[in-house]
């Protein structure tokens, strides 16, 4: 099936992005959670369709590659043109079709057949961090622009300081408050009872290789985000167990003995 997204930007690389000049995560990371995956299906039910998702800095593709395999219309961009350029990951299938190079800072248009798309979920996992403080504006602007009245956008954020071969990949390391703050400014919105409900079940945050991150929950109008679904107790007591360090070490023992 034709797609026919295009993304429409004069910035279709992140020339002094940090992690495009010394390649890092855009090198390594290919992250999905299918766990995720149910929990975002069910929160838009009430769509009566599969809920169309937008990943910035999606890295190698494998989130929006498992949403895609779901039934969604899934969108990945990428600041850096890594993964693309060495057919890395995902991209040798979706790369031009669902995976897109820009720089998520300055403005930029994702359309289909010509007309501008809007998005019921935005995602960043682990990537307002590396962007320089200056041009989170500007970002906010973007999530503005490519969000559906009644969607969210879903972050995790690190609060950690990273240096690879002398390269600063975080250039904005600030505690939650101060990203609140910024948000706020910026007519975007956090409900943190959503936290509850997806339950240590992220795409990255503490549990899956991001220690020292917390998540965010941000709308433009907190009165048309979507009702919040009762857990059970069975799958509050899945997630807990899920991806849990108890999990991966049964996991790995496993594993070694079947290899």
Same mark, same amino acid.
């Given at each position: 099936?034709?797609?026919?997204?295009?993304?429409?930007?004069?910035?279709? #690389?992140?020339?002094?992005?940090?992690?495009?000049?010394?390649?890092? =995560?855009?090198?390594?990371?290919?992250?999905?959670?299918?766990?995720?995956?149910?929990?975002?299906?069910?929160?838009?039910?009430?769509?009566?369709?599969?809920?169309?998702?937008?990943?910035?800095?999606?890295?190698?593709?494998?989130?929006?590659?498992?949403?895609?395999?779901? =039934?969604?219309?899934?969108?990945?961009?990428?600041?850096?043109?890594?993964?693309?350029?060495?057919?890395?990951?995902?991209?040798?299938?979706?790369?031009?079709?669902?995976?897109?190079?820009?720089?998520?800072?300055?403005?930029?248009?994702? @359309?289909?057949?010509?007309?501008?798309?809007?998005?019921?979920?935005?995602?960043?996992?682990? #990537?307002?961090?590396?962007?320089?403080?200056?041009?989170?504006?500007?970002?906010?602007? %973007?999530?503005?622009?490519?969000?559906?009245?009644?969607?969210?956008?879903?972050?995790? #954020?690190?609060?950690?300081?990273?240096? #690879?071969? =002398? @390269?600063?990949?975080?250039?904005?390391?600030?505690?939650?408050?101060?990203?609140?703050?910024?948000?706020?400014?910026?007519?975007?919105? %956090?409900?943190?009872?959503?936290?509850?409900?997806? %339950?240590?079940?992220?795409?990255?945050?503490?549990?899956?290789?991001?220690?020292?991150?917390?998540?965010?929950?941000?709308?433009? %109008?907190?009165?048309?985000?979507?009702?919040?679904?009762?857990?059970?107790?069975?799958?509050?007591?899945?997630?807990?167990?899920?991806?849990?360090?108890?999990?991966?070490?049964?996991?790995?023992?496993?594993?070694?003995?079947?290899?």
């Amino acid at each position: 099936m034709t797609l026919n997204i295009e993304v429409i930007t004069d910035y279709p #690389v992140a020339i002094d992005s940090p992690d495009h000049i010394t390649p890092w =995560g855009t090198a390594r990371d290919n992250s999905q959670n299918l766990r995720f995956n149910h929990k975002l299906l069910r929160l838009y039910e009430s769509l009566y369709r599969f809920p169309k998702i937008l990943d910035l800095g999606c890295s190698g593709g494998g989130f929006i590659k498992s949403c895609t395999n779901q =039934g969604c219309l899934a969108v990945g961009l990428e600041g850096s043109d890594y993964s693309k350029k060495h057919h890395r990951a995902e991209w040798p299938l979706l790369g031009d079709k669902s995976l897109f190079t820009t720089d998520i800072t300055r403005k930029f248009q994702v @359309t289909q057949n010509k007309a501008p798309l809007l998005f019921d979920v935005i995602t960043l996992w682990e #990537v307002m961090e590396h962007l320089p403080t200056e041009r989170l504006p500007a970002l906010c602007n %973007n999530l503005h622009q490519h969000l559906e009245e009644h969607g969210l956008a879903i972050m995790s #954020v690190s609060l950690k300081e990273e240096i #690879v071969r =002398g @390269t600063k990949l975080h250039l904005t390391v600030q505690n939650r408050e101060k990203w609140l703050d910024l948000f706020e400014k910026n007519g975007l919105y %956090n409900i943190p009872e959503y936290a509850a409900y997806f %339950n240590t079940q992220y795409i990255r945050g503490p549990k899956q290789n991001a220690a020292g991150s917390f998540h965010l929950f941000l709308s433009k %109008n907190p009165s048309k985000a979507p009702s919040i679904p009762k857990l059970a107790k069975r799958e509050w007591l899945i997630d807990k167990w899920s991806m849990s360090r108890a999990h991966k070490i049964l996991h790995k023992l496993i594993v070694g003995q079947i290899n």
